[in-house]
């Protein structure tokens, strides 16, 4: 057995793992994150895409001992104080899902695209989502879904710098 720390979620976590357990059932099995899905155990369909530290990365490929002094995000620690992620609410808004099973992997990608590229383009967006598969649509909801994110985080942004601007004015 071996001994990991992580902070997943923003939360500190400590636990003793078998050295073989993968970064997906840690977080599925041992954390009880089961927003972070299991789809094929071989890194092709992406519905398992977390971030560590700030880079996605197919936690079915990841051994948890190979994270451990790292931090985490999965899906469930997207959302603010009850308020949905911009990326979650574009999925919501643009009906960027059908089934859902992919849509954690999706946003996690989304959302490692756009700390890259706030204002990515229509390809940008294709080429960000490349690893991750959808059974269900036409990737053309989903597109639409990233690009209503990007605007709303553009737009606050530019929120909450307008107000410092203007005290910086006077």
Partial sequence: M???????????????VEPRVLLVHYLRDVLGLTGTH???????CGAC?????????????????QADGGEVTTIEGLARDGKLHP???????????????CTPGMILSAWGLLQSNPHPDEHAIRLGLEGNLCRCTGYH?????VQHAAKKLAESKSETAAPARAAGSR
């Fill in 2 to 16: 071996a001994r990991i720390t992580l902070k997943v979620n923003g939360t500190q976590h400590e636990s003793e």
């Fill in 38 to 44: 299991v789809g094929c155990d071989t890194s092709q």
């Fill in 49 to 65: 895409t977390v971030m560590l530290d700030g880079r996605t990365v197919k936690a079915c490929n990841v051994l948890a001992v």
């Fill in 87 to 101: 990326l979650q609410e574009g999925f919501w808004e643009e009906h960027g899902l059908q089934c859902g099973f």
């Fill in 141 to 145: 909801n989903i597109v639409k879904a």
